[in-house]
């Protein structure tokens, strides 16, 4: 995976950027100044792409240019493989291994507004892979709610106990597995760890502060989310006590579903949080998780898999 230089078409460049000429600098007689490729730093820069940045030269020299007629140093330093995609989207897609449904859907909270998110893997060519061009880390589509991570990221972040990771290697909701993704879901127990602890309670209290100074200057917070936080607490207990990630939060589905509709008082949930805290302190405690996932096993399995990458054929 490559590390290019990726700009939105409206950015406008800030001062002190440094720009290539892609057109000749004319002086007097008809002579050139600059060549196009010349160098130079943006010393003023202009309100909308109607108007012109001011660009000064080593020599000196200062000149009006278009948003057309320069590039970012770093972009034109990249040539072909910033401007090439590594391959199209939809056949990126093809090369999904594993697909799974996660969020409200699998936790048993889904209403009828509910979205269904789908995640997974895809498992690009060793052709692709190898490139200069690379391929992303991740496919995504807002309009049908789908992403998928490319396998390596994917375990990267499931080594590191990332709740949506290790959420889809355990979700119910499994819509395709290759033999290669079932290979992965039957090792899926390497990846859980005593990080569990340390990732997902660090990441509720995080937002919990966050809440709180919400309520404080807005006096609102976002239910769905404080849910949600709440949901990921019992997830990350349960984990630590059972060797597996309950995905599935039927015992729970009532008291949470009153929070996501506001129906339950802000000092009640911070009540029940402030608890589950401490009962995640007692799991963490007595849990048989081993103290960092298997890495070893993850590397090997990656392994694995980029040597079967070399067929063409899906594994």
Request: glycine letters at 6%.
């Amino acid at each position: 995976m490559t590390d290019r230089v990726h700009y939105p078409p409206n950015l406008i460049f800030s001062v002190g950027t440094q720009v290539v000429t892609l057109v000749d600098i004319p002086g007097a007689a008809g002579l050139v100044l600059h060549p196009r490729g010349t160098v130079g730093v943006v010393v003023k820069s202009p309100a909308d792409h109607e108007h012109s940045y001011r660009v000064r030269f080593p020599d000196g020299l200062e000149t009006a240019l278009k948003r057309s007629e320069i590039t970012m140093l770093a972009k034109f330093k990249e040539g072909e493989i910033s401007d090439r995609t590594h391959a199209a989207p939809e056949d990126l897609y093809q090369r999904v291994i594993y697909r799974c449904v996660i969020g409200s859907q699998a936790y048993g909270l889904a209403e009828a507004e509910s979205d269904v998110d789908r995640r997974g893997i895809y498992l690009p060519t060793a052709d692709l892979h190898w490139s200069l061009y690379g391929v992303p880390e991740q496919l995504e589509n807002q309009e049908t709610q789908e992403a998928y991570w490319e396998l390596q990221k994917f375990l990267i972040l499931a080594l590191k106990a990332n709740p949506n990771v290790l959420e889809c290697l355990y979700t119910p909701l499994v819509e395709k597995a290759t033999s290669l993704a079932e290979e992965l879901l039957g090792m899926r127990e390497i990846f859980l760890s005593r990080l569990v602890y340390q990732t997902y309670n660090g990441y509720v209290m995080s937002q919990f502060h966050k809440m709180q100074a919400d309520l404080r200057n807005h006096g609102r917070v976002k239910w769905k989310h404080v849910m949600h936080l709440i949901r990921l607490l019992l997830s990350g207990i349960g984990t630590l006590r059972a060797g597996f990630v309950p995905v599935q939060v039927d015992a729970h589905r009532d008291r949470l579903l009153a929070i996501r509709r506001g129906q339950v008082p802000w000092e009640d949930v911070e009540k029940w949080r402030l608890s589950l805290h401490r009962e995640f302190h007692a799991a963490f405690e007595t849990t048989k998780l081993p103290e960092r996932p298997d890495y070893e096993r993850a590397n090997a399995f990656l392994i694995r898999a980029r040597r079967r990458a070399v067929s063409e054929e899906l594994p």
